[in-house]
């Protein structure tokens, strides 16, 4: 079992930065591949990153490559959302999960992960 909390969300104007955490219960963290999802009001929850269980592959959905970074700290137990230059289309509640799979496969498909956070809102500003 795998208890995720978000946290850094808020309400910014476009072109700033804000970094999203994800503190993740339990030892076996660093055995779990994580992404972040996000949800806007009316749209169906979509995939924006992932991080390999021990960091070193990243995915990136194409609408925020280049802007965004994932990145994690097993000793932490903490995965990371780095945003730059934010754009109000970034509105949405974020989400970060974890999947035990062992498997890239579907990684975009949010019910190949088993344990997800409650959600931090970001809303970005015009």
């Known amino acids: 079992q795998v208890q995720l909390v978000e946290s850094g969300g808020g309400l910014v104007q476009a072109g700033v930065s804000l970094r999203l955490s994800c503190a993740a219960s339990g030892r076996t963290f660093s055995t779990y591949a994580m992404g972040w999802f996000r949800q806007a009001p009316g749209k169906e929850r979509e995939f924006v990153a992932r991080i390999t269980a021990s960091g070193g592959g990243t995915r990136y959905t194409d609408s925020v490559k280049g802007r965004f970074t994932i990145s994690r700290d097993n000793a932490k137990n903490t995965v990371y959302l780095q945003m730059s230059s934010l754009k109000p289309e970034d509105t949405a509640v974020y989400y970060c999960?974890?999947?035990?799979?062992?498997?890239?496969?579907?990684?975009?498909?949010?019910?190949?992960?088993?344990?997800w956070g409650q959600g931090t809102q970001v809303t970005v500003s015009s």
């Open positions: 999960a974890a999947d035990q799979t062992n498997s890239e496969l579907g990684y975009r498909n949010p019910g190949k992960y088993a344990y």
